[in-house]
């Protein structure tokens, strides 16, 4: 699925997000777990391009499959 796909407004996917989050914005701010992966480097860059208040925190995730563990 293209990052670019429009919708029936027009926006492509990112700009949607953006808006949602500009939108939803809490008045004490986003809390954002931060723990490297693509997810989280994705929303980090979404909530800095949508200009709202959040705090970022390093989570290292407990929760990754044995087989990636190194």
Request: proline share 9%.
């Amino acid at each position: 699925m293209s990052i670019k796909q429009l919708n029936f407004e027009g926006r492509d996917k990112v700009e949607v997000a953006i808006m949602r989050l500009q939108e939803f914005e809490p008045p004490e701010g986003y809390y954002l777990a931060f723990s490297g992966g693509k997810d989280s480097v994705v929303i980090y860059d979404l909530a800095v391009k949508a200009g709202v208040e959040f705090d970022a925190h390093y989570c290292v995730s407990p929760i990754d499959p044995p087989p990636y563990i190194t």
